[in-house]
């Protein structure tokens, strides 16, 4: 059986709805790593201006069963 490891992204809440992902020049940016993917958030919060609070959205991966 393989597994994938967990990911997470950035999102910004407005009113209770996500307006905007952190993102860089192509696609989301992804964190493999929960602790990195804190600060990220926290860093955000403290200098980002605008309306909203930045939350980390953990995306799972399927896990592939392989058959024999």
Request: negative net charge.
């Amino acid at each position: 059986m393989l597994s994938y490891p967990e990911l997470y992204i950035l999102g910004r809440q407005v009113d209770g709805v996500y307006v905007e992902y952190l993102h860089g020049s192509e696609q989301a940016d992804l964190f493999f790593d929960y602790t990195i993917a804190r600060d990220e958030r926290n860093h955000m919060n403290k200098t980002n201006m605008k309306d909203g609070t930045w939350e980390i959205l953990k995306y799972g991966r399927p896990i592939t069963l392989k058959e024999n």
